[in-house]
């Protein structure tokens, strides 16, 4: 694709993050960004990246063929209003808006709007995101490759099937929170100990780091992974007897299901 412009309206943390993923990306260098948020120096700040002001959503639709709306749920909204007059069905809208539908999209904009999905994650911000994306069917296979590419130049990215996307919620989008307050017990257990807290944070760190590359390059199932840890009678065992007692993969699923039972609530 020659001639490629892409445009953000919001230029927060997520926005930014894809926005330094485009630019340090070989694919970038024929990449003409643009941005627009009410808050300028957000924007300003962007310039080294090369990423040119917009004063308003409408002149960001006009200028641009992809537009990202990354934007919070609660207002897209009142941003769609905004953008919808330039929109036509060239233009290819992407949204980062957890529980937004492509025909709510369609409905505030034009019938035939062109429509990717996507969940990123905040580790996006270290080009570690996870990051799943679906398409509605005006958006031809070229157009879906561009911004997969986007997205595999920020990490990882899948490509799952658009009735899932409110579900996919809970597994990459918010897990990281997850993740953290999970970090944050075992954490705070070693400063009850009296151990020093920077060197439990950087063992602990580097455990789920360890232990994720397990799980993606071990071949080893998460059955067979736990076994690996675990000797009979030892120290392991008595923990993982503490977790089962707690039921801690029914309190993972039940927390799952209020993240998913919210994105259907912010669904439009």
Do not use: H
């Not at 917009?54 to 897209?76: D, H, N, Y």
């Not at 505030?108 to 999905?117: M, Q, R, S």
């Not at 658009?162 to 017990?185: V, W």
């Not at 801690?248 to 669904?267: F, G, I, Q, W």
């Amino acid at each position: 694709m020659n001639n490629i412009s892409i445009g953000f309206i919001g230029a927060g943390n997520m926005g930014t993050a894809i926005i330094k993923g485009i630019a340090g990306s070989e694919a970038g260098k024929n990449i003409k960004l643009y941005a627009f948020d009410p808050d300028t120096a957000k924007v300003g700040s962007l310039s080294s990246f090369g990423v040119e002001a917009c004063s308003s959503e409408a002149e960001l639709t006009e200028k641009c063929g992809f537009i990202f709306l990354a934007v919070k749920p609660q207002i897209i909204e009142g941003v769609l209003e905004a953008a919808a007059p330039a929109v036509t069905p060239e233009k290819v809208i992407i949204s980062i808006a957890a529980g937004i539908t492509d025909e709510f999209i369609a409905k505030k904009t034009i019938p035939d709007a062109k429509v990717i999905l996507v969940m990123p994650n905040t580790p996006l911000l270290l080009g570690e995101g996870a990051s799943a994306l679906s398409r509605n069917d005006k958006v031809t296979d070229e157009e879906f490759e561009l911004i997969l590419g986007v997205f595999r130049s920020c990490g990882k990215a899948a490509v799952i099937s658009k009735d899932k996307m409110k579900e996919i919620i809970a597994i990459n989008g918010s897990s990281p929170a997850f993740i953290y307050l999970f970090a944050k017990g075992f954490i705070e257990y070693a400063a009850s100990e009296g151990i020093d807290a920077g060197a439990a944070q950087e063992l602990f760190a580097q455990s789920l780091i360890g232990s994720a590359r397990m799980i993606t390059d071990s071949g080893y199932s998460i059955d067979e992974l736990i076994k690996m840890v675990s000797s009979p009678g030892g120290t392991t065992l008595a923990g993982l007897d503490r977790l089962y007692e707690g039921k801690l993969t029914d309190t993972v699923k039940n927390c799952c299901e209020s993240c998913t039972k919210r994105a259907y609530e912010l669904s439009k």
